[in-house]
């Protein structure tokens, strides 16, 4: 082999390394891509019930019930629409009624069946799914966003 | 006083990079000497001041000084004092200033220890590196200046997020930077290279050591995270594939190519250009990680509040560093190449096919964490890339990598046969079978990608413990000779052995902990009793706690195993007052074949009943072993002679005076 045939034969490798990663990421990407829609866009295009979704908004104030079998039922709102969720499990350590959430799971029968629930953890932070959601409900107002003062702090995951 | 001297130190600092920025550079270009010696005087200097100006900031954190904005926003006078030294970067301005330390010390490492390194590759690396700080400098002093005093000063501060309040997380920062800003030595190393226009065995024994320390420090560092997020968030996983998460594991990928990729330039000065490439890609990864993390342009688990200003601004010191290098890399990078050619079975092309497997994996993490914001840049919908995506991506792509890593260290160089390889490590495979078949009994589950994950698991630790066992002639000479030619092995092949080990180990708990955790969740009363993963655990209720600040729930379980007690778990809830938050700790007893972990949740009805979390994680232990192992591998590479930055060298291109050989 020539050496410039050998070059070529790693190149071909590369390529076809590359190729494949491709292949795999459309394969994939049905099932990776996760939408992410507003409790008014839930309510408008009433989605396919197999497609996971993330849902964002605020927790509705005096929507928080806690069931005896470990169900937590709640309504996210964009502050027009809201969508009824339901999660089992332990909420996110600073879950919060009027904070803003993100909700990853499906629909069943028009209600969220959440697998995963973020809230924020930090005062100051809002997720920028939430805060888009509530922008394009038309109803953002400066007392939703709080001034950016400077602490560090997560958003706490429950799954 | 001393918060406004340690500002003063940073502004001097700064001074002191834009001098060791120019004056070295410009030294090396005319050859004068006692110019480029500045460069190591003024690495020096900053180094100091950056530390006076650290220095300054602790201070104020561990007197509680809220005088100062940045203590009376992060730190509270009742906080353990642990955390009152944690919180000196346990928050954005602490933080950036702890990466410019390092980022100083870094530079004052090389020009301490650098004696054998030519003086002008050494004087050009010094001023990329001083450019780099000037950049960092500015963000900080004019973005997020820690020493802003608040006036009148606070009563009290509003305390450090409790999340962080916790030993692996106090010390998880400082390793990944240290991880990531190691790269910069790399890279400043990879475009003083490009300046002079020359790559050579030398060279690539120079960079080799920064790589390697930064490879074993961001190994460390990302594990700390992992094993936090493990134990503190009580989710019961490890790894999530969050964009937080993500940062970290693309710059580990990248350099691990690159450490292995100045291998092949050192033994067979071939992959030049690609090196160098690697080394700015390494260090491009490195600070798009911080601008993920500090820009909060992704939502992330791990987010943090952020101000856009500052995400801009680290943007466009990304696009400046990283854009200048790889134009200077286009311009000068053709005329590196030179000879490089070989046989695709061989050790180096082994090692090629590592560095392209690795590189493939880093190119679409960094895809699948940046879709969202490309797809919404374009106009499109909303999205966020789950797990899914990373391991059909990434699963898939260790198969090969790992295939590789046990079979290429078994080659020689130039040329090679792959039978006689494989021949020699036949029982690798028959392992990886009886992994399987164990794997398989025990779960009784066959889940392809775990039972896949551990055969691949055991045909790298075999074949690498074949690999040692055949260089030292172990049972094929005396037991002494063996023992003698082990001591005389050179560090960094020990190093390889053990690095490679442990990640087959790792790569077993990964793969038992991902397809076999068992979780149950449910309302508990006192006396209730739930079956996880074999074992029983019964809640005996819970009781209020108090501690230094914060208030408990604290939950018992007694966990027993066919009618014995096993262990007592005590998970708690806590809150802060002060920051208002809860915290939940996980209560974990690790054993050899899985963790037992409970996490007690909510309170439901008058009866004391809680909502309980159980999990039987296994093998979750031999990951950290894992990366334990890994860890002592690097280390110990790190300390080979040939390394060992001053070191004479064998073969210097240009006529290196043979200075003192530690």
Redesign the interface.
């Given at each position: 082999m020539k050496?410039k045939h050998?070059?070529l034969?790693?190149v071909v490798?590369?390529a076809g390394?590359?190729a494949?990663?491709a292949a795999?990421?459309l394969?994939?990407?049905r099932?990776?891509?996760?939408?992410?829609k507003t409790p008014s866009e839930i309510i408008a295009e009433p989605a396919d019930d197999s497609r996971?979704l993330?849902i964002g908004g605020l927790v509705e104030e005096g929507s928080v019930e806690?069931?005896?079998?470990?169900h937590v039922r709640f309504r996210v709102t964009d502050t027009v629409n809201a969508v009824a969720v339901t999660y089992?499990?332990?909420?996110p350590?600073?879950f919060r009624e009027g904070q803003g959430v993100?909700a990853?799971g499906q629909m069943r029968d028009g209600v969220f069946v959440a697998d995963q629930v973020?809230a924020k953890?930090?005062?100051?932070?809002m997720?920028?799914?939430v805060a888009?959601a509530v922008k394009a409900s038309g109803q953002w107002r400066d007392a939703t966003q709080k001034t950016?003062?400077?602490?560090?702090?997560?958003?706490?995951?429950?799954? | 006083m001393i918060i406004e001297i340690g500002h003063f130190a940073l502004v001097l600092a700064l001074a002191m990079s834009v001098v060791q920025g120019t004056v070295p550079m410009l030294g090396a270009r005319s050859g004068r000497d006692a110019w480029m010696r500045v460069g190591s005087t003024a690495a020096l200097a900053q180094a100091l001041l950056v530390i006076v100006a650290f220095g300054a900031l602790m201070h104020a954190f561990v007197t509680s000084d809220f005088s100062v904005l940045?203590v009376a926003?992060?730190s509270h006078s009742a906080k353990p004092m642990l955390y009152k030294i944690a919180g000196t970067w346990?928050?954005?301005?602490g933080s950036m200033l702890l990466w410019v330390l390092i980022l100083a010390l870094f530079g004052a490492a090389l020009a301490a220890f650098g004696s054998s390194v030519p003086p002008t590759l050494k004087a050009r690396a010094l001023a990329v590196q001083a450019w780099i700080g000037v950049g960092f400098y500015l963000f900080i002093l004019f973005t997020s200046n820690p020493f802003e005093r608040l006036a009148p000063p606070a009563i009290d501060g509003?305390g450090?997020?409790p999340?962080?309040q916790d030993p692996g997380l106090a010390f998880h920062p400082p390793f990944l930077y240290l991880g990531y800003v190691g790269f910069s030595m790399a890279f400043s190393f990879a475009v003083a290279a490009l300046i002079e226009g020359r790559v050579d065995a030398g060279w690539a024994r120079w960079v080799r050591p920064w790589t390697l320390a930064a490879w074993t420090f961001l190994t460390i560092g990302i594990a700390l995270g992992s094993w936090w997020a493990y134990y503190e968030?009580?989710?019961g996983?490890w790894w999530?594939w969050d964009p937080v998460e993500n940062a970290s594991l693309m710059p580990w990928l990248a350099g691990t190519a690159l450490l292995h990729s100045a291998i092949v330039v050192e033994k067979r000065d071939a992959l030049k250009g690609w090196t160098i490439f690697l080394a700015i890609v390494a260090f491009a990864l490195s600070l798009l990680g911080t601008f993920l993390v500090r820009s909060?342009?992704?939502?992330?688990?791990?987010?943090?509040?952020?101000?856009p200003a500052r995400g801009v601004f680290i943007l466009a010191l990304l696009v400046i560093i990283v854009g200048g290098a790889f134009a200077l890399l286009a311009w000068r990078g053709p005329a590196l190449e030179r000879g490089g050619?070989?046989?695709?079975v061989s050790r180096e092309g082994g090692l090629?096919?590592n560095n392209?497997?690795l590189t493939?994996m880093a190119?679409?993490v960094l895809?699948?964490t940046l879709y969202p914001l490309i797809l919404e840049a374009a106009g499109g919908?909303?999205?966020?890339?789950?797990p899914?995506?990373?391991n059909?991506?990434i699963v898939?792509?260790a198969v090969p990598l790992i295939a590789a890593m046990a079979i290429g260290p078994l080659l020689p160089w130039k040329r090679a046969a792959l039978m006689p390889a494989l021949g020699r490590v036949w029982w690798a495979g028959v392992a990886a079978l009886a992994a399987a078949a164990a794997g398989w009994w025990a779960a009784g589950d066959a889940a392809p990608f775990a039972l896949l994950g551990l055969a691949l698991a055991a045909a790298l630790v075999v074949a690498t413990v074949a690999e040692l066992a055949w260089r030292i002639r172990l049972f094929s000479a005396s037991p002494g000779e063996s023992l003698r030619r082990l001591a005389g092995l050179p560090r960094h092949a020990i190093g390889m052995t053990l690095a490679h080990a442990g990640l087959g180990i790792a790569i077993a708990g990964m793969s038992a902990s991902g397809a076999w955790q068992q979780e149950r969740?449910?309302?508990q009363a006192p006396g209730d009793a739930v079956i996880v993963g074999g074992y029983t655990f019964q809640f005996d209720g819970a009781e209020a706690v108090r501690g230094p600040n914060y208030q408990a729930v604290r939950g018992t379980f007694t966990v027993s195993r066919d009618g014995r007690a096993v262990v007592t778990l005590r998970p708690e809830k806590r809150s802060y007052p002060v920051e208002g938050?809860?915290?939940?700790e996980a209560a974990i007893e690790t054993t050899f074949w899985g963790d037992l972990y409970a996490?007690i949740?909510?309170a439901?009805?008058e009866a004391g009943?809680y909502?309980t979390?159980l999990y039987f994680n296994p093998l979750v232990a031999w990951m950290w072993a894992g990366v334990l192992v890994m860890v002592a591998g690097g280390t110990i590479s790190l300390t080979d002679r040939r390394y060992r930055v001053g070191a004479s060298l064998r073969r210097a291109s240009p006529p290196v005076p043979e200075t003192a050989a530690a």
């Open positions: 050496p050998r070059r034969t790693f490798i590369g390394l590359l494949a990663a795999l990421i394969s994939a990407s099932d990776a891509l996760v939408f992410f996971r993330r806690r069931s005896d079998d470990a089992i499990g332990v909420l350590d600073l993100v990853e973020l953890h930090d005062e100051n932070y997720p920028p799914e888009d950016t003062q400077e602490t560090t702090g997560g958003v706490g995951v429950a799954r | 940045n926003a992060n346990g928050n954005h301005e509003n450090l997020n999340l962080l968030l009580g989710w996983g999530f909060g342009v992704l939502t992330s688990v791990h987010a943090f509040a952020t101000d050619v070989f046989k695709p090629l096919l392209l497997i493939t190119g679409s895809l699948g919908a909303k999205v966020s890339v789950g899914p995506f990373f059909a991506i898939p792509l969740i449910q309302v938050q809860q915290t939940t996490v949740g909510d439901r009805g009943q909502v979390r």
